[in-house]
């Protein structure tokens, strides 16, 4: 197979943009975008690769294949495939233009469905995207072949648009030569010409495509190569009347890492139990609480991190390492007296979150503590922790690790409760507190335990003190889901 590189472009956006080297010398996950497409050509079967830049550049050389690097200053894209188009002639060959980026993988399958497409008579294959990410870019409307190329899709015919990947036949090479004689002067005029020449062409879609025309760009094409980010849905049993709710800011976070140029995916907790393999990805944005869905994790690049989640399933735990902060938690008792429970308490499974009524029950009489107790030991719950209650505003809040986001809220004046349990504080007084010393001491927590996506709960007493009554993973941030998504995303960019 022979190869083409059109890389004879000013890059004038980019370097307005104070990018200060050539367009074909622009530095992509590791590589110059001449020497990524010079290598993966060589890695599917290149005979010879030809490469036109505007000037000499270090082009990457190949072992055992020709690489032909042609100096010319054109007018254009057409212009640039017209003078290198006498190295083409004789077999089938394909050209991109030097600031596409694509995976590898997909383009490997893009080589191989033209090679069928030539034993079924097709003329060329286009490489084409559903994601649209260009100023101006070209509108393929296709049914199983070409049909048209147009600038504009005003009435929403058109799956596609084009990518700049061009798989022909040689005998196309008359129609350029043709466009070039007629005055064309633009690659997408020499592709509508194909069509009213009668050709055959195929479109391949990659699921993206990249075009560097601005310094932005560069970031995009970098997210697009460093692999796919996962989400995992939490199993409905760890969303107690919260599915919906947090379901909503994961799909949330994976809508805005999407638009932010990022190859995403979503699966459900459920779908991986039972020993299911893992897909692959380069981070797992997971929202995962069972304890085998954590095993798997661990090694990976989790956000969270699979074991500072599993803190957060123990509340003896969480306990420990907020009395290491000096972070007031309630007292835990063993054997409560009479008058303990009268004054009130709480009991509560000690491993995992509340997902029923009867994970967390307020208990204010002997009989409601007995009948607490036996609630959990008859669903098989033997391990159990009693706390005592603590009067006072109760306070939800909100954090992402690495932001500066941070919110705070009564849910009793905001209708997010869950099982009636916000109740027992009663309506809020407004007890003064140092807001701001609350937050550096809950980010703390979170660094502490080793997640980056958190929340809980706090009472601020009337004296302007505080105690951590309990302290998650990925909470839903309801009230403000679409600034917790960017935030969550923010950590992301500068993770990967």
């Not at 005029?189 to 495509?209: A, E």
């Not at 957060?312 to 007296?337: G, K």
């Not at 009636?420 to 809950?442: I, K």
Request: hydrophobic share 40%.
């Amino acid at each position: 197979m022979r190869y083409a590189i059109i890389a004879a472009g000013k890059g004038t956006r980019l370097s307005g943009e104070s990018v200060s080297v050539p367009k074909p010398l622009v530095t992509v996950h590791g590589e110059t975008l001449v020497d990524r497409l010079v290598r993966i050509f060589s890695d599917n079967d290149a005979e010879e690769i030809v490469v036109i830049t505007r000037q000499e550049l270090p082009v990457r050389q190949v072992e055992g294949i020709p690489v032909r690097q042609v100096v010319r200053a054109t007018p254009s894209s057409m212009h640039s495939f017209y003078e290198i188009s006498r190295f083409l002639s004789g077999a089938p060959f394909i050209m991109t233009t030097v600031d596409t980026v694509f995976r590898e993988e997909e383009f490997r399958a893009f080589v191989n469905d033209f090679r069928r497409a030539l034993d079924c008579g097709m003329d060329g294959l286009m490489g084409v995207t559903e994601f649209v990410d260009d100023e101006k870019p070209l509108y393929v409307k296709a049914d199983g072949t070409v049909l048209d190329f147009m600038d504009r899709d005003d009435n929403h015919e058109c799956r596609y648009v084009s990518g700049g990947i061009y798989a022909l036949v040689p005998e196309t090479l008359g129609t350029l030569r043709r466009c070039i004689a007629e005055g064309q002067s633009r690659m997408r005029n020499f592709q509508r010409v194909l069509i009213r020449d009668g050709c055959r062409l195929g479109v391949h879609c990659f699921s993206k495509i990249i075009d560097i025309d601005h310094a932005a760009d560069i970031d995009k094409a970098e997210r697009l190569l460093k692999g796919r980010l996962l989400g995992i849905c939490r199993a409905r049993r760890f969303s107690p009347r919260s599915v919906e709710r947090d379901g909503m800011i994961l799909r949330e976070v994976m809508a805005e890492l999407h638009a932010r140029g990022y190859e995403t995916a979503t699966v459900s907790e459920e779908s991986l139990a039972g020993g299911k393999g893992l897909p692959e990805a380069e981070l797992y944005i997971s929202m995962a609480r069972s304890g085998e869905i954590l095993s798997r994790l661990r090694g990976r690049n989790v956000l969270n991190a699979p074991e500072g989640t599993a803190v957060c399933n123990d509340r003896r735990e969480v306990a420990r390492r907020a009395a290491e902060l000096d972070i007031r938690v309630p007292e835990m008792m063993e054997s409560p007296s009479e008058d303990d429970i009268r004054k009130g308490l709480w009991v509560k499974r000690a491993l995992g979150t509340t997902t029923v009524s009867g994970d967390t029950v307020y208990c204010a009489s002997l009989e409601d503590y007995s009948a607490a107790v036996a609630g959990l030991h008859s669903r098989g719950i033997s391990d159990i922790v009693v706390e005592r209650h603590e009067t006072g505003d109760l306070l939800k809040f909100y954090g992402v690790g690495g932001t500066a986001f941070f919110r705070c809220f009564y849910p009793a004046e905001t209708g997010h409760a869950k099982f009636g349990l916000e109740a027992v504080n009663g309506e809020c007084s407004h007890f003064q507190f140092d807001v701001s010393a609350f937050e550096r001491q809950m980010r703390r927590m979170a660094e502490h335990i080793g997640i980056r996506v958190f929340g809980g709960d706090a009472i601020i007493r009337a004296d302007g003190t505080y105690v951590l009554i309990d302290f998650n993973d990925w909470p839903s941030f309801a009230p403000c889901r679409q600034e917790a998504g960017k935030a969550i995303s923010q950590i992301v960019d500068r993770w990967i």
